[in-house]
């Protein structure tokens, strides 16, 4: 099973960008989806944005629109770019890979929004 590592979180005020990365131990290009979700504290894990093998892309409503996912399989890594963040954007992001029910997970790095 492949190792996710999560990288680019921090400190951003309200407005502001970040770009998140998952860099996979292994290839991710026979990999189904790829996702990244996020976990506020006192709050369950939700989905954040999905990308299929196909391209196909998911997001949840709060982040159309201002989140954009993308993979580049020569790098074995997934994007999540976070433009106009705002405080409700705070929480722990986690690296999610799926291959039809071969869950992995990343450690998770914290996002925070705040002025």
């Known amino acids: 099973q492949e190792q996710l590592v999560e990288s680019g979180g921090g400190l951003v005020q309200p407005g502001g960008s970040l770009r998140l990365s998952c860099a996979a131990s292994?290839?991710?290009?026979?990999?189904?989806?790829m996702g990244w979700y996020r976990q506020a504290p006192g709050k369950q894990r939700e989905l954040v944005a999905l990308?299929?093998?196909?391209?196909?892309?998911r997001y949840a409503d709060s982040v159309k629109g201002r989140f954009t996912i993308s993979r580049d399989n020569a790098k074995n890594t997934v994007y999540l770019q976070m433009n106009n963040l705002k405080s409700e954007d705070t929480a722990v992001y986690y690296c999610?890979?799926?291959?039809?029910?071969?869950?992995?997970w990343g450690q998770g790095t914290q996002v925070t929004v705040s002025s």
């Open positions: 990308i299929i093998r196909s391209g196909f892309t």
């Open positions: 292994r290839s991710i290009s026979s990999i189904n989806a």
């Open positions: 999610n890979a799926d291959n039809f029910g071969n869950v992995n």
